[in-house]
């Protein structure tokens, strides 16, 4: 039996964590892959947490191109070879025509939980405009969705089975920028990061607006480090580079933003 409790401690989406530690125990006891639902970015960073302590058991994410958002983990033995192929999902093509009517990720989310099923079964949405949409899955569900979901707000809709290599993903837009500060505070790094005030920033990050990797940033004087991820809802992410300090003794900084 793993630590449960141990692994437990300091985890903040406790119910989800504890059923990615039931799925380690029989990937223990069975010598077989188990599969987790999707998780979000936030419990994926601590199921990474959580395998990051053990050493009896492997995890790997895969959510059907390389920066989706939501992920599956596969769990096995650390003593069993395990690769993106043994992440089970798959790709919907939500076809239709939007031209006078057009959908967003809300509204195809909307239709798809509408037809029954619940969220952890779905992954990331891509919306392609005019034309549709696509949707990750669990494979167990193409079927049923391909002859549920044909209807998104006015507009019909056909619902098919795709390859994961038919994704139309695109790479998310980043701008490189430094930054030169009097500290590594939370504050002064993210306003400079995304052109804004530091007392708007200080307003985002008491309004629950801000997590630093995922969880929610809850004092701006946090002292960011290389790696760190900040990201803001509805406003994209930072990500932390290479920190410097200049002959002034003040911090140098290197910044990507993703929109």
Known sequence: MLPREELLSGIENRDSMARVIDQAEQALKTWEIAQTEFLSPPELAEARQIFDRLTEVQALSWGGYPQAERQRLAIARSELPLETDGVEIAALDISGNFLF???????FLGALLGTGIVREKTGDLIVLGERG???IVVPELVEFLEMNLTQVRTVPVKTQRIELGELKVREPKKKAMTTVEASLRLDAIASAGFGMSRSKMVTLIDGGDVRVNW????????????????????????????????KKQRYRVELTRYQ
């Open 133 to 135: 949409a696509q949707a």
């Open 101 to 107: 009517d057009t959908a967003t990720h809300r509204d």
């Open 215 to 246: 969880k929610d940033a809850k004092q701006a004087s946090y002292q960011v480090k290389t790696g760190d991820l900040i990201a803001i809802r509805g406003k994209g992410r930072l990500e932390v580079g290479e920190v410097s300090i200049t």
